[in-house]
């Protein structure tokens, strides 16, 4: 069952400036990941996360993750128009596989040139 | 490039029909791979297990032989909507996992639209 619930739903912001997205989640789980979607495209990998970390860094993304308060936030610096996408955090419960994964609803990112 | 390549990308059928989707690993061997569909602005949801060699796990409401998994070659894996219904227009996803100098990546397929008329 879906498991992550994204905050914002929508973030509409000029180019130039950061983007915060939010994730909270409900279970014990083994990692976090961020995955990027185009409209009507497959999900491009972002970032993972592992529970005994608590921020992590690749270009001008920065994750950070709480699991006292279940939640990880995706910070996007300096954004671009090509930006603009659908972001989803996914995580893996505790013991599972890898690719068991419960994705929340999203956060849609528009970036205006 | 892609590591996993999935087709079609778009298909439209008449209800009552059963459309076949692929997922193939390339350049890797994928022993599991995963299904998930996704309604318009939602979220992913995952429908299944594809074990290479054995059955398919469902999750929990999914219905087995609705959707009917396939998973008979360590780089394939197919997905059957049999007897398709507008219900089941959705995007559906696959994804696989890449294992390589003990360490595993998942890769996701790029998505197959199906249109139930």
């Known amino acids: 069952s879906q498991q992550g619930e994204e905050d914002p739903q929508a973030l509409s912001i000029q180019e130039g400036e950061n983007a915060t997205m939010n994730c909270s989640y409900k279970?014990?789980?083994?990692?976090l990941q961020w995955y990027r979607q185009n409209s009507g495209r497959g999900l491009v990998h972002l970032i993972l996360?592992?529970?005994?970390?608590r921020e992590k860094h690749s270009g001008r993304l920065r994750v950070t993750l709480d699991t006292s308060k279940k939640s990880s936030s995706l910070l996007i610096t300096a954004s671009r128009a090509a930006d603009t996408a659908s972001y989803f955090c996914?995580?893996?419960?505790?013991?599972?596989?890898?690719?068991?994964?419960?994705f929340g609803r999203g956060t849609q990112l528009t970036v205006w040139p | 490039g892609a590591v996993v390549s999935q087709h079609p990308s778009r298909v439209i059928c008449k209800s009552g029909t059963s459309v076949k989707i692929e997922c193939r690993s390339l350049?890797?061997?994928?022993?599991?791979m995963f299904w998930y569909r996704q309604f318009p602005k939602k979220s992913l949801m995952l429908m299944a297990t594809?074990?290479?060699?054995?059955?398919?796990?469902?999750e929990q409401g999914v219905e087995k032989d609705k959707f009917l998994i396939n998973h008979a070659s360590l780089t394939l894996s197919t997905l059957t909507v049999t007897s398709a219904h507008p219900e089941d227009s959705s995007f559906y996803i696959c994804?696989?996992?890449?294992?390589?100098?003990?360490?595993?990546?998942?890769?996701f397929g790029s998505g197959t639209q199906l249109s139930v008329l």
């Open positions: 994804s696989a996992i890449r294992a390589a100098g003990g360490y595993e990546k998942l890769f």
């Open positions: 996914a995580t893996a419960d505790r013991g599972s596989t890898l690719g068991r994964l419960y």
């Open positions: 594809s074990n290479e060699g054995s059955k398919a796990t469902y």
């Open positions: 350049d890797f061997q994928a022993t599991t």
């Open positions: 996360i592992r529970s005994n970390e």
């Open positions: 279970t014990s789980i083994n990692n």
